[in-house]
């Protein structure tokens, strides 16, 4: 989006409850030479505002003001402050290419930041960011349109996403740790237990109700499971499991043995979280995470 000769180009973010389409729009360029401003119409999403702050503080952008327009509803009056914004930002840099971001706000906001910006021959300009056919769309007639194609990046990780929707992750499996590797090794078992669950759904509540038996997940983890079914075909599925390392199975005094308490979480469902996550890896998506564990920031 920053056209050569700009030495700076100004990010106008007009504040809503979703920042996402916000700081796609924004990161899709440079960082370098960049300023900031958010846009509230009143203090109601003031606690959002911060947040973004913060977001493009830790970004390494340490330009990045807030303004307030009294209204989120107000036509006229958002126009007046867009209109003032305007020449505050033209004054102070002249030579600056000023995008204002119409994805966010309100509609009333939305329209009389566009209407005001709209200057493509003064390096001004509104555009939308969609973020499911992936494009920033500048808005203004087409025919004026001489500008290139705007740029659309993937610009955030899971981590990043999460913050923006004010959670903190604290920890996560993703292709960069050894238990990535640990449910790689785990892919043939994995598909053989989709397989069961599509075929025979009764094993798996079985499975499940053995697994629940040993308290996994609190501090009385049990790892014998005594009286278990011993009919065929759960047989069977034991013996598939012991392949796997994951169970020790003694049919003389009908007990099951699962080899750690993690064997016993994996049997007990993890493995359908290891399903998604392996389909999401095949499927070549860029960022994938599992096991994600954070918490909420204050509200």
Same mark, same amino acid.
């Given at each position: 989006?920053?056209?050569?000769?700009?030495?700076?180009?100004?990010?106008? /973010?007009?504040?809503?409850?979703?920042?996402? $389409?916000?700081?796609?729009?924004?990161?899709?360029?440079?960082? !370098?030479?960049?300023?900031?401003?958010?846009?509230?119409?009143?203090?109601?999403?003031?606690?959002?505002?911060?947040?973004?702050?913060?977001?493009?503080?830790?970004?390494?952008?340490?330009?990045?003001?807030?303004?307030?327009?009294?209204?989120?509803?107000?036509?006229?009056?958002?126009?007046?402050?867009?209109?003032?914004?305007?020449? %505050?930002?033209?004054?102070?840099?002249?030579?600056?290419?000023?995008? @204002?971001?119409?994805?966010?706000?309100?509609?009333?906001?939305?329209?009389?930041?566009? %209407?005001?910006?709209? %200057?493509?021959? /003064?390096?001004?300009?509104?555009?939308?960011?969609?973020?499911?056919?992936?494009?920033?769309?500048?808005?203004? #007639? $087409?025919?004026?349109?001489?500008?290139?194609?705007? $740029?659309?990046?993937?610009?955030?990780?899971?981590?990043?996403?999460?913050?923006? #929707?004010?959670?903190? @992750?604290?920890?996560?499996?993703?292709?960069?740790?050894?238990?990535?590797?640990?449910?790689?090794?785990?892919?043939?078992?994995?598909?053989?237990?989709?397989?069961?669950?599509?075929?025979?759904? /009764?094993?798996?509540?079985?499975?499940?109700?053995?697994?629940?038996?040993?308290?996994?997940?609190?501090?009385?983890?049990?790892?014998?499971?005594?009286?278990? $079914?011993?009919?065929?075909?759960?047989?069977?599925?034991?013996?598939?499991?012991? %392949?796997?390392?994951?169970?020790?199975?003694?049919?003389?005094?009908?007990?099951?043995?699962?080899?750690?308490? &993690?064997?016993?979480?994996?049997?007990?469902?993890?493995?359908?979280? !290891?399903?998604?996550?392996?389909?999401?890896?095949?499927?070549?998506?860029?960022?994938?995470?599992? &096991?994600?564990?954070?918490?909420?920031?204050?509200?």
């Amino acid at each position: 989006m920053l056209q050569k000769g700009f030495t700076l180009i100004i990010h106008i /973010n007009l504040i809503s409850h979703q920042l996402l $389409p916000n700081v796609i729009g924004t990161l899709s360029n440079s960082l !370098e030479n960049m300023k900031i401003v958010l846009v509230l119409g009143d203090n109601k999403l003031k606690e959002k505002a911060e947040l973004l702050t913060d977001f493009y503080r830790k970004k390494g952008i340490t330009e990045v003001d807030t303004i307030i327009c009294q209204t989120s509803t107000d036509h006229a009056k958002l126009f007046e402050r867009a209109e003032a914004l305007y020449e %505050q930002l033209r004054s102070e840099y002249p030579d600056a290419m000023i995008a @204002v971001n119409a994805t966010g706000g309100t509609k009333p906001m939305s329209i009389a930041f566009t %209407q005001v910006f709209d %200057q493509l021959t /003064n390096n001004s300009m509104a555009f939308y960011t969609d973020t499911i056919e992936k494009k920033n769309t500048i808005l203004t #007639n $087409p025919h004026d349109n001489k500008f290139e194609a705007l $740029p659309y990046r993937s610009v955030l990780t899971i981590d990043e996403s999460l913050y923006l #929707n004010q959670f903190v @992750v604290n920890s996560e499996i993703n292709e960069h740790c050894r238990e990535h590797d640990d449910i790689v090794s785990r892919r043939t078992t994995t598909e053989y237990l989709l397989a069961l669950s599509k075929r025979e759904a /009764n094993l798996i509540s079985i499975l499940n109700k053995l697994t629940q038996q040993t308290k996994f997940g609190s501090q009385n983890f049990t790892a014998i499971v005594k009286a278990v $079914p011993q009919f065929a075909t759960i047989q069977k599925c034991y013996h598939e499991l012991e %392949q796997a390392n994951l169970v020790s199975f003694n049919s003389d005094d009908n007990t099951l043995t699962f080899l750690s308490e &993690s064997a016993a979480r994996y049997i007990g469902g993890a493995w359908f979280e !290891e399903f998604a996550y392996l389909a999401a890896h095949d499927a070549g998506i860029e960022y994938v995470a599992t &096991s994600v564990d954070g918490h909420w920031l204050k509200r």
